[in-house]
């Protein structure tokens, strides 16, 4: 299983963004999907989630102003950020809790994707 997360890149202060992150091989179902971020200096933090069902949650910090959601069809799960800061610069990592397909039957195993970098301008 691979996650790909793309769509990052420069915004204004005030603008949007929507990351992607797709997850690919033999996935029976995705049982929840994250979204981290780690800034230059600062350790990593997770900032969204979002469970299979609909639960989601949000640090504090990216409250009300960013959206978690996924589309199973895809298996695909996006972070729509909106009002964004200078302070949401940061390197943003996607990980997935996944039920793959093996020959001994079904197993769950948490997935990495690589970052992207977001980078809002002052």
């Known amino acids: 299983v691979q996650l790909q997360a793309s769509g990052g890149g420069l915004v204004q202060a005030g603008g949007s963004l929507r990351l992607s992150c797709e997850a690919s091989?033999?996935?029976?179902?995705?049982?929840?999907m994250y979204w981290h971020r780690q800034a230059p200096g600062k350790r990593r933090e997770l900032i969204a989630i979002?469970?299979?069902?609909?639960?989601?949650d949000y640090a504090d910090s990216v409250k009300g102003r960013f959206t978690i959601s996924g589309d199973n069809t895809k298996n695909t799960g996006y972070l729509q950020m909106n009002s964004l800061k200078p302070e949401d610069t940061a390197v943003y990592y996607c990980?997935?809790?996944?039920?793959?397909?093996?020959?001994?039957?079904?197993?769950?195993?948490?997935?990495w994707g690589q970052g992207t970098l977001v980078t809002v301008s002052s």
């Open positions: 091989g033999s996935i029976v179902s995705i049982n929840a």
């Open positions: 990980s997935a809790n996944v039920v793959i397909s093996t020959l001994e039957g079904p197993y769950e195993y948490d997935y």
């Open positions: 979002h469970r299979s069902g609909g639960f989601t």
